[in-house]
Nanobody, 116 residues
Framework: QVRLVESGGGSVQPGGSLRLSCIAS????????MGWYRHAPGKQRELVAT????????YYAESVQGRFTISRDSAKTTVSLRMNSLKPEDTAVYYC?????????WGQGTQVTVSS
């Protein structure tokens, strides 16, 4: 069983920054991808960013490219998402995800609100 616990999030004004973190625990071994999705009201869930446990290769949605940075710790069990230059359209519930051959695992979600 894999457990993902998220932290961070909150409310910020446009142009501000936030950092999300996700700690994974349980039985899982490389290879896997960890990343972040977001779900805004009235919209489909959107993949935001991912990072590979093997190569460290990252992927970003076009909407966040250049503003968001995903990173992981040396143990590869914590993934962070640094979000800069936030826009109102970034408002959503952000979910941590671990994609492993045994399944897709999700955190409980954390709210990010960007508003003046």
């Amino acid at each position: 069983q894999v457990r993902l616990v998220e932290s961070g999030g909150g409310s910020v004004q446009p142009g501000g920054s936030l950092r999300l973190s996700c700690i994974a625990s349980g039985s899982f071994f490389s290879p896997y991808d960890m990343g972040w999705y977001r779900h805004a009201p009235g919209k489909q869930r959107e993949l935001v960013a991912t990072i590979s446990s093997v190569s460290g290769r990252t992927y970003y949605a076009e909407s966040v490219q250049g503003r968001f940075t995903i990173s992981r710790d040396s143990a590869k069990t914590t993934v962070s998402l640094r979000m800069n230059s936030l826009k109102p359209e970034d408002t959503a519930v952000y979910y941590c995800n671990l994609n492993h051959w045994t399944g897709d695992y999700w955190g409980q979600g954390t709210q990010v609100t960007v508003s003046s």
